[in-house]
């Protein structure tokens, strides 16, 4: 049963391969034999471009995608973030791991004064630009890239205020400094803190394995709000956040949702709970209420902004 060798294709970055390390050990616990083959990634190379210029949803994703396609790999471990909403035919979401932190995070380094200043502040995301902006309207948002070692030092170097970084990505890393504060009022990208795992539609082996490894609320809830960005987004990048938590107690789900102008001048934001039975086509619904109360008009001027 246990005979063929799983190849889990990963990027090389540290934090990748923590991920990919994470899936390997928990198929070798169920008695699975694993391989982890390091793939680099267009995404980590073209450092120089901000991602939304580069017009590929996925550029992370992409060569590990090519990878699995071409029979290279068997499966593949990704933030759950980056991963575009559709996935390329043929291939399948495999499981999704349990949830680690959701929240963003400003590192600093030590002094917050200039918080009530003019300043700067860095991040890739146009998401985080955006929420910061329209909280920091004197600020200054630069583009922050490449993978969370070398942004980590690129702010060490730098004359930022600070950057803003997933509270995941540094704490799976040990990076975590102690200089940092939680950005609970920023809205978290669709599917913050999770891991998801991909396998091709066709082999079966591959996913018999990773259905043991899938956390179920963390599927529900990272499945309402990647259905929000779908609807809302239409395949373009935009300014969008959306968390959905289970509570326990009532057996309801909390969500909220969030789009904003790149300038962060405007911004649209819904909040609601409801029974968890309304779970399958929450994120649509709540996405259909957006783009009616003024998101339909906001994600047109957002797309005419980018093209620019």
Not at 53 to 63: M, N, P, Q, V
Not at 156 to 175: H, P, T, Y
Request: glycine letters at 8%; proline letters at 3%.
């Amino acid at each position: 049963m246990m005979s063929k060798t799983i190849r889990i294709g990963t990027r090389d970055s540290e934090l990748a391969l923590w991920q990919a390390h994470t899936v390997e050990k928990q198929l070798n616990d169920l008695g699975y034999t694993t391989e982890i083959i390091a793939v680099k990634s267009t995404g980590d190379i073209l450092l120089d471009k901000p991602l939304y210029e580069l017009g590929i949803t996925g550029i992370f994703t992409k060569t590990l995608d090519m990878a699995m396609l071409s029979g290279q790999i068997d499966i593949a471990v990704h933030s759950m973030k980056d991963v575009p909403t559709a996935l390329p035919k043929g291939i399948v979401q495999a499981a999704v791991l349990k949830r680690a932190n959701v929240l963003d995070i400003l590192v600093h380094k030590g002094d917050l004064n200039f918080l009530e200043k003019e300043s700067t502040i860095a991040t890739g995301s146009l998401r985080r630009q955006a929420q910061w902006l329209s909280k920091y309207p004197n600020h200054t948002v630069v583009d922050l890239r490449g993978n969370v070692n070398t942004r980590m030092q690129k702010l060490k170097d730098s004359q930022w205020g600070g950057a803003v970084f997933a509270a995941a990505g540094l704490e799976r890393i040990n990076l975590k400094p102690a200089t940092f504060i939680n950005l609970d009022w920023m809205v978290p990208a669709p599917a913050q803190g999770a891991m998801m795992v991909v396998a091709m539609e066709n082999d079966d082996f591959s996913q018999e394995a990773l259905y043991h490894l899938n956390d179920i609320e963390t599927e529900i809830c990272t499945h309402i709000e990647r259905q929000f960005l779908r609807t809302l987004e239409g395949g373009c990048t935009a300014p969008i956040g959306a968390i959905a938590k289970h509570n326990e107690h009532d057996d309801t789900l909390y969500f909220k949702g969030i789009l904003l102008s790149v300038d962060g001048k405007e911004k649209i934001e819904i909040e609601r709970t409801v029974p968890i039975e309304e779970w399958k086509k929450l994120g649509y619904t709540l996405a259909q209420e957006i783009l009616e109360n003024g998101g339909s008009e906001l994600m047109a001027n957002i797309k005419k902004t980018l093209q620019k």
